[in-house]
């Protein structure tokens, strides 16, 4: 079955540096790949949509990545600020195309 | 405009009782998707409905759970004899296309639902 690993529960950072997330998915081969942010308490909110031909895609300070060697999307955020600080989640549609199949999300916190 | 709505926002309920929550998608947008979230845990599917087509039920967890979407808008997602590994947080969403995984979709915020 399809499976999304986001390998960093939680990621620390200084603000002004550049966070990088990594989502890994294994039994797939998916043609889009979907980050979101989700703050707590509220639902998540849709950054970035990469498909398999775009090797990167950037919106602002935001830049993803898909490898579809590797199977593996990085997701970027440079001159990071506090107010980046949020879980960000990584998704891909399943096969049957009816949903989205999402990764448990990297915590990220910027400190000033 | 508005975006996807979801009441209450907040239920507690007591084991063994039934609930139901609802769902207002955006106007205009054919697919409608609930998803479960768990303390800790990401977003698990649930159900999703695409226009008048027949819904995909396969991430219902039991038989206890079935949904509905009325006039291919509103929906509403029923938990019958609620147990306490019920509780958890339910996100609907809608998009304006089907095919998913290419479309972004819209979340609401969210039901949280405690079962003593």
């Known amino acids: 079955s399809q499976k999304i690993e986001q390998n960093s529960e939680a990621l620390n950072i200084q603000e002004g540096k550049t966070a990088t997330l990594t989502c890994n998915y294994t039994?797939?081969?998916?043609?889009?790949l979907q980050w979101y942010r989700q703050d707590p308490g509220r639902g998540p909110v849709f950054l970035l949509l990469?498909?398999?031909?775009?090797k990167e895609k950037r919106k602002e300070r935001l830049k993803v990545t898909f490898d579809t060697t590797l199977k593996q999307s990085l997701f970027h955020i440079t001159a990071s600020q506090p107010a980046d600080s949020a879980t960000y989640l990584c998704a891909l549609g399943n096969q049957a195309g009816t949903a989205l199949i999402f990764g448990k999300g990297t915590t990220l916190s910027v400190s000033s | 405009g508005a975006g996807v709505s979801q009441s209450p926002s907040n239920k507690v309920t007591e084991k063994g009782k039934d609930v139901e929550l609802r769902c207002d998608p955006i106007?205009?947008?054919?697919?409608l998707y609930w998803y479960r979230q768990s303390l800790g845990q990401g977003l698990e599917f649930l159900i999703y409905?695409?226009?008048?087509?027949?819904?995909?039920k396969s991430g219902l967890p039991s038989d206890r759970f079935s949904a509905e979407r009325t006039g291919g808008s509103v929906s509403t997602l029923t938990i019958q004899r609620t147990q306490q590994e019920d509780s958890a947080v339910y996100l609907c969403?809608?998009?304006?296309?089907?095919?998913?995984?290419?479309?972004?979709?819209?979340f609401g915020p969210g039901t949280r639902l405690t079962v003593t």
């Open positions: 039994n797939y081969s998916p043609a889009y």
């Open positions: 990469i498909r398999e031909n775009e």
């Open positions: 969403a809608s998009s304006p296309h089907s095919g998913t995984g290419e479309y972004e979709q819209y």
């Open positions: 409905f695409q226009g008048n087509s027949a819904p995909d």
């Open positions: 106007s205009g947008h054919t697919a």
